[in-house]
């Protein structure tokens, strides 16, 4: 007679088998976009180490002098070190902004696993490079920069790679929840970055980056041995993206998500000039083209509303240990570890995006309301958020939550929904290239936020605050068509619900 099954394997056995491959691929670009999040952090907390007030250190052990620049990393030491910093910040910013409109094309047409795993390989040895500049004493300005922009490249396989592949493995139904705690990889990798960092800084700073460099690497050899691309190469059942036809035509009466991510108000004619490129080929379906990407409802609203919103966003994420430090006065570690409760804040901020978008069906007016919603608390920060460390903390979380919840969520569900979109008729190889185009754009953002910040600080930090009040501004102005569309949408099934009612 067989004894009855451990309890732990009853509970193994509970699950039907695709749910742990799903679970094992949710995992898996999680930690794998961790790190990538995690190799970028280091440089904002090495900042404040790059120069330093010297003063505070005493006098030069070498010559007693009292210079307050003779412990600074050359060529940081000098007046525009401010100026240098914003120069590394945006050599990667702007490499990464224009090799990820490249890496979606390429990431239609690779495989996802060869592809993922070369870009976390290379990042992870220009992540180390960076810090073995302490160790090899190099002080030229043009290694730093060069090895910036190698890295900035590099890391372009990663967003678009793992949103494809989580794409390819959930349906719609619950993504923007699902996607919401999946993305808090960004966040957590930013704290684990910031922790890291923090933890070598004061010692040796190169280590801040060759550890990270280490760990990204590790889980490109981690990715390269157990990424599944496709469920169908597991014999898993591939995910329902849309409603079957009997379920779309009942929503056509009661459904409120006409919005911003349908083409219900768009003729089959307009729609199908989107898809041109995406016809059924003998080996499949053929990668869209950028134009016909370009073409989706919805993809270049999003695009432009998230180059505003990562603008400001990048520039917390490069600037807020530094600002820490100069406003209120703390080390370089305490302040890369109070830098780390505005990705707290964003942890929240994303998974109740994800979460309130699922239940009301508007995406859009959930950023939009987000993004209203942190102006004023950005202002609030920068004149009361240094009152005291429960202020500063209680600022921090809740700012961080406003600014990244629409960052997270046009970047993942946003996304992913317009990358399934039903105009393209179940063609899976526009994911990538919609997902590069909306991060891409993004990425320019990212590229001038942290540049301006290093101009505009020079006439103080309030300044820097205007600009990123203004920028969370203009991104929910570019989203006011969009969010009319679902309100609109809203209002006619709530005008319906009630005819059906009275007949």
Known sequence: ??????????????????????????????LCY???????????????????????????????????????????????????FGALDNAFLVAYAIGMYISGIFGERLPLRYYLSAGMLLSGLFTALFGLGYFWQIHYLWYFVIIQVCNGLVQTTGWPSVVTCVGNWFGKGKRGFIMGIWNSHTSVGNILGSLIAGAFVSQAW?????????IIATMGVICFLFLIEYPEDVECSPPLHHASSEEKGLEAEHSISDGSLNASNHS???????????????????????????????VVEFSFCLLFAKLVS?????????????VAHFSAKKAGDMSTLFDVGGIIGGILAGLISDYTGGRATTCCVMLILAAPMLYLYNYIGQNGLATSVVML?????????????????????LGTHECLQGNAKALSTVTAIIDGTGSVGAALGPLLAGLISQSGWDN????????????????????????RGWCGCYARKRGFKEF
């Open 34 to 84: 961790t790190s990538y999040h995690l190799s970028r952090k280091p440089i904002s907390i090495v900042k404040s180490q790059l120069h330093y007030n010297c003063s505070l250190r005493g006098a030069n052990p070498h010559n007693d002098s009292n210079s307050t620049t003779w412990c600074d990393w050359k060529p940081f030491d000098q007046d525009n070190y401010k100026e240098l």
């Open 206 to 214: 190169g280590l801040s980056f060759i550890v990270p460099g280490i």
């Open 464 to 487: 820097v605050f205007y600009m990123l009040i203004t920028a969370d501004v203009l991104a929910c102005l570019l989203l006011s068509r969009m969010v009319y569309k679902e309100i």
């Open 268 to 298: 089959r004619e307009n729609i199908m000039v989107a898809v041109e490129s995406t016809k059924e080929s003998t080996e499949g379906p053929e990668a869209i083209s950028f134009i016909g990407a370009l073409r989706i409802p919805g």
């Open 397 to 417: 979380i809740i700012c961080g939550g406003l600014v990244n919840g629409p960052y997270a969520l046009i970047t993942t569900a946003v996304s992913a929904d």
């Open 1 to 30: 007679m067989r004894s009855i099954p451990a309890p732990g394997i009853r509970f193994i056995r509970s699950f039907p088998r695709d749910s742990w491959y799903r679970g094992l691929i949710l995992l898996l670009t999680f």
């Open 314 to 326: 990048y520039t917390f994420l490069y600037w807020l240990p530094l600002y820490i430090v100069n």
